[in-house]
């Protein structure tokens, strides 16, 4: 996936536009991390860490803040 992608991605989930370039960066660098440290396709390892991600930020507007 092209950062760009990633970064409209990120966008959909929650994360602040001003940040999703960034953001997409660091999330690609730690899905191929994770990809080789299990064993697993690189998409598989993104697709956990943008779950991860978009529940995070769910979580403050479920608090209603």
């Known amino acids: ?31 191929r991390q994770l990809s080789a440290e299990r064993n697993q396709s690189y998409e598989q390892a993104l697709a956990h860490l943008l779950t991860l991600m978009s529940q995070g930020w769910a979580a403050p507007q479920a608090r209603g803040k």
Not at 2 to 25: D, F, I, N, R, S
Request: aromatic letters at 0%; hydrophobic letters at 50%; a negative charge.
């Open 1 to 31: 996936m092209e950062l760009a992608q990633l970064a409209q991605a990120l966008v959909a989930v929650g994360c602040p536009p001003e940040k999703a370039g960034e953001m997409a960066a660091q999330l690609d660098k730690r899905a």
